[in-house]
């Protein structure tokens, strides 16, 4: 790459809930929601690995993510962002957004018909459910 190049590499998005139910049997459960209630699950969080970015390019990156609406909502997880919706306020994390208000920013009813209508989605166009590697079901 040239002098101005950087990498970052998305490494988690869209989640369909039947992934995160397994993540939970599995004991990963640190820091995930309960299933229903993610910003991966609707498409409105990506986690970025940043690593390979100096001190500017991430400073960089987060101003582009901002203006995009996505923020670093989770504290701690300086990968993730996730979208805030209209007028988000300061800092926003995901525990202090209204789901529903940013659901209806986005033109649906409210979080549940967002949710609902982004994981039909998923599978209609032909996705296949995550697969447990360890056959627990």
Do not use: R
């Not at 960089?60 to 988000?88: L, M, Q, R």
């Amino acid at each position: 790459g040239g002098e101005g190049d950087c990498e970052c590499f998305n490494t988690s998005s869209f989640l369909y809930q039947k992934n995160k139910e397994d993540l939970k049997k599995h004991g990963i459960s640190k820091g995930v929601n309960k299933p229903g209630n993610s910003f991966h699950e609707v498409g409105l969080a990506i986690d970025f690995d940043l690593s390979k970015l100096t001190d500017e390019q991430k400073e960089s990156f987060e101003k582009i993510a901002n203006g995009c609406g996505f923020f670093k909502t989770v504290s701690g997880e300086d990968w993730h962002f996730g979208y805030g919706g209209d007028n988000p306020g300061e800092n926003p994390t995901e525990k202090d957004l209204n789901k529903d208000k940013v659901a209806e920013d986005l033109g649906y009813k409210n979080w549940k018909e967002m949710f609902d209508e982004n994981q039909k989605d998923y599978i209609d166009k032909g996705n296949t459910p995550y697969t447990c590697p360890n056959g627990v079901e």
